[in-house]
Structure formats: C-alpha cells, structure tokens
C-alpha cells in the first residue's frame, strides 16, 4: 500500500551508473586527489611483473638448478625423471620424462596457484594491472562491474583448496631446508651461506601461508562460543596477528623465495662458490 513517501518508480536508484551517475555531484575532472596516488599501483605492477619475469625465465630455463645440497625451491620436489640429481631432496619419477618439458612447470602450478588466489594479491593486481579501482577515491575505467561472480575471476573461490596444496609445498620446502645441512657428499655438519638464505626463506614461507585468510577461518570459523574452544581460539588469535600482517609477508615471501632461487642459480652456474662456515 502506497504511503505517499516513496520515490517515483522512474526515479533510478542512486548507485545505478557509478560515478558518473546522473543522480551524483557533477564534477568534471576525474577525482580530487592531489597526491601521487599512482605510485602505489604502478609501484605493485613493476614488483609483480618483476616477479613473473624473473619466475617465467626460470621456470623455462631447466638448468642450473641444483648446487649440492640445495635444490631451487622453484623445482622442488622433481617430480621428473630428467631432475638432476634424483637425490637432491625428495623426488619420485611421477611424471617420466614429462616430454622435456622444465620440472618446475609442473611444480609452480601449485604455489603461484596459491599467490594468485591469496586475498591481498588480488588486490594488488586488481589495482596494479586492471585498475579496478587503481587507487582509492580514483574511479575504475570500466563501466560495468561483476565482481568475482562470472568466469574467469569466479576462479578465485578455489583459494581455500590452494591453501592445502600450499601447506604441502611449504612441508617440502622445510624438508628442502634441513637437507642444506648437508655437504655435497651428503653428510650432516654442513652450514653455508645458502643454509641461512634458506632458513629465512621457509621461516618466510610459513609465515605467509599461515597468515592467509583461509587459514585463519579454518581455525577459528564456525565457532559460537570461543570459551568452549580456549585451543582454538588462542589459534586463532596467533593466526590473526599475522593476518594482519599479510601484505607485508606475502612480499617478503615473495622476494625471499626468488632470492633463494636465485642463490642456488649462481652457485650452480659457477659464479661463486658457496661460503661455508662449517
């Protein structure tokens, strides 16, 4: 029953068109910021598209992956006959010879799987390569907007099955770590610079993927009453903190695991010898 308070029903709804609603302040230029707001997206591109770069080069090189007794996180475990060695950590010959095709193909599916899905990468290439939105206060360019609900961003709702696979990735990357106490002969005793650069990347690791939005929902959601969980709830609390740190140890993950490839890269390739200091 009308009431005589309503709107006309011609009347559009005040959100309809965006920005550039009829029903919105007419402002000519495109925002108000006086800032250098573009730095912050355009800075988040070049490190990503650094990244991608870097990763793709490596990922296709299929070489100079190994340097007794480090294995590049980037091709572990190898899961291909044509690893080199097969005793550089734990590999199984799953895939044969996958055609000659780079190991690392296969493996990277997984962790870059987990980054692409991850909460804050999202929103770093949304606003980095997509511009949507580029800033805040700063209008997106297009003019219709469906969120994650059509293909392919609907995608992005498997994040929470990545996070398994990235626990087992980070499970291996921390037996990856313990082998590099060994020297080349595989004996225990071993401590090089590599074994540093390795530990602070697993620690890294671990860091990032504990702190992700799926874990900490999987500790702590679905409770109504924390008081009759105190374990998971002191859980999740931990986890919270460093949720709260989540764009900061996603690219610090990120820097160290490149790092830690890179490492084993120059090792391998002859460039310098591995400082040992015992």
């Given at each position: 029953?009308?009431?005589g308070t309503e709107?006309p029903?011609?009347?559009?709804?005040?959100?309809s068109?965006?920005?550039?609603?009829?029903?919105?302040?007419?402002i000519?230029?495109p925002h108000l910021?006086t800032?250098r707001?573009?730095?912050?997206?355009?800075?988040t591109?070049?490190?990503?598209l650094?990244?991608?770069?870097y990763?793709?080069?490596?990922?296709?090189?299929?070489?100079?992956?190994?340097?007794?007794?480090?294995?590049?996180p980037?091709y572990s475990?190898c899961?291909a006959?044509n690893c080199?060695p097969?005793?550089?950590?734990?590999?199984w010959?799953i895939f044969?010879?996958?055609?000659?095709i780079?190991?690392?193909?296969?493996?990277?599916?997984?962790?870059?799987?987990?980054r692409?899905?991850?909460?804050?990468?999202?929103?770093a290439?949304y606003?980095g390569?997509?511009?949507?939105?580029?800033?805040?206060a700063?209008?997106?360019p297009?003019?219709?907007?469906?969120g994650?609900?059509?293909?392919?961003?609907?995608l992005?709702?498997?994040h929470?099955y990545f996070?398994?696979?990235?626990?087992?990735?980070?499970?291996?990357?921390t037996?990856?770590t313990?082998?590099a106490?060994?020297?080349?002969?595989?004996?225990?005793g071993?401590?090089?610079?590599?074994t540093?650069?390795?530990?602070?990347?697993?620690?890294l690791i671990?860091?990032?993927t504990l702190s992700?939005h799926?874990?900490?929902?999987?500790v702590?959601?679905k409770?109504?009453?924390?008081s009759?969980?105190?374990?998971?709830?002191?859980?999740w609390q931990w986890?919270?903190k460093l949720?709260?740190?989540h764009?900061?140890?996603?690219?610090a993950s990120l820097?160290?695991?490149a790092l830690?490839d890179?490492?084993?890269?120059?090792v391998?390739?002859g460039?310098?010898?591995?400082?040992?200091?015992?």
């Open positions: 029953m009308a009431t709107p029903a011609t009347e559009p709804h005040p959100r068109g965006g920005v550039r609603a009829g029903t919105r302040a007419a000519a230029a910021r800032d707001w573009w730095l912050a997206p355009a800075g591109a070049a490190g990503l650094a990244f991608i770069v990763s793709t080069w490596r990922a296709f090189a299929n070489a100079d992956y190994y340097a007794a007794p480090y294995v590049s980037f475990p899961l006959e080199e097969m005793k550089a950590g734990p590999n010959e044969g010879g996958w055609w000659g780079s190991p690392a193909i296969i493996i990277l599916i997984f962790p870059l799987g987990f692409l899905t991850c909460y804050y990468y999202r929103k290439y606003r390569f997509w511009a949507s939105p580029p800033a805040c700063v209008a997106e297009h003019k219709k907007y469906t994650e609900t059509r293909f392919p961003l609907i992005q709702n498997i929470r996070f398994y696979a990235a626990l087992l990735v980070a499970g291996i990357l037996y990856d313990v082998l106490f060994r020297d080349e002969n595989y004996e225990w071993h401590m090089g610079l590599g540093l650069v390795f530990l602070v990347n697993i620690v671990w860091a990032y992700c799926s874990c900490r929902h999987i702590g959601g409770l109504k009453h924390f009759r969980h105190p374990v998971r709830y002191r859980m986890v919270g949720n709260a740190r764009m900061l140890l996603a690219w820097v160290s695991v830690a890179f490492y084993v890269y120059l391998a390739s460039a310098f010898d591995d400082p040992r200091f015992f």
